[in-house]
Nanobody, 126 residues
Framework: QVHLVESGGGSVQTGGSLRVSCVVS????????MGWYRQAPGKEREFVAS????????YYSDAVKGRLTSFRDNDKNTVFLQMNDLKPEDTAKYYC???????????????????WGEGTPVTVSS
């Protein structure tokens, strides 16, 4: 059984920084591409960032590009998300997971995930 435990969230003002972490247990993440996602109150969960198993390359949503950076320590089975220049619209609960393509349909990839962790809340006030 794989467990994902996110931590490091908190409350900051606009322009502040936070680093959130995700510790994975039950499986070595060394061969897994990992992703960060967030869910704001009343909204669907959305993609934030991904990092390949080797640590490079990384990908980011347009909303966070240039401000958030993902990196990983495979020896510690941990993935990190450094968040700088935070904005009120970054307020959400942040989750990590290891997305895998289950199948393609109509040129769209359908992903499968491990069971989601509790996430870690980030609140940015103006």
């Amino acid at each position: 059984q794989v467990h994902l435990v996110e931590s490091g969230g908190g409350s900051v003002q606009t322009g502040g920084s936070l680093r959130v972490s995700c510790v994975v247990s039950g499986r070595s993440i060394g061969s897994y591409d990992m992703g960060w996602y967030r869910q704001a109150p009343g909204k669907e969960r959305e993609f934030v960032a991904s990092i390949m198993w080797s640590g490079d390359p990384t990908y980011y949503s347009d909303a966070v590009k240039g401000r958030l950076t993902s990196f990983r320590d495979n020896d510690k089975n941990t993935v990190f998300l450094q968040m700088n220049d935070l904005k009120p619209e970054d307020t959400a609960k942040y989750y990590c997971n290891a997305p895998k393509v289950a199948y393609y349909k109509d040129n769209q990839a359908h992903m499968v995930f491990f069971d989601w962790g509790e996430g870690t809340p980030v609140t940015v006030s103006s």
